[in-house]
């Protein structure tokens, strides 16, 4: 998950760089696609983004299934030990070389399914795609001098 956030830095980064040499309607308009990708952006940019989505989505599920509103299992295991069951995070996921790497034997040697784990970690790299994607209009906006009018099409500025 690093070169997600990687690339992401590098996109903010790109952007902020174009605002001494940018055309102020432009550099406006990229500004105003910027702001469509926060609060995701700055949570994505925070150091440990990956282990705290994760973290976040846990909770919320387990939160979801308490109250009755989530169908799916998180995991089957049905032990009442299990940090996924629980909420959380296991440790052996997080001590693991990487996050990804520690999912994979967790689910490998877990006795359940821990299903929420995979859901966890596509809607982090859904968050990052989207982020991303809107980064990227943003760049684009500031490099072509386009700046989207009424009806969505671009007019050159």
Do not use: F, W
């Amino acid at each position: 998950m690093t070169y997600h956030k990687q690339e992401i830095e590098r996109l903010n980064t790109e952007l902020l760089n174009y605002q001494e040499v940018a055309k102020p309607d432009a550099l406006e308009a990229a500004e105003q696609k910027r702001k469509e990708a926060e609060p995701e952006l700055s949570e994505l940019t925070e150091p440990h983004a990956y282990e705290r989505h994760l973290n976040q989505y846990l909770a919320d599920a387990q939160a979801a299934a308490d109250a009755g509103d989530r169908d799916e299992p998180r995991c089957d295991c049905g032990r009442p030990t299990c940090p996924v069951l629980n909420g959380k995070l296991p440790a052996s996921v997080v001590n693991a070389g990487s996050i990804d790497q520690g999912i994979r034997i967790y689910q490998r040697d877990h006795v359940g399914s821990a299903v929420v784990l995979t859901e966890a970690r596509r809607d982090y790299m859904q968050t990052c795609a989207d982020v991303k994607s809107v980064l990227r209009e943003a760049v684009g906006l500031i490099k072509q001098d386009q700046i989207p009018d009424g009806d969505g099409e671009g007019a050159s500025a």
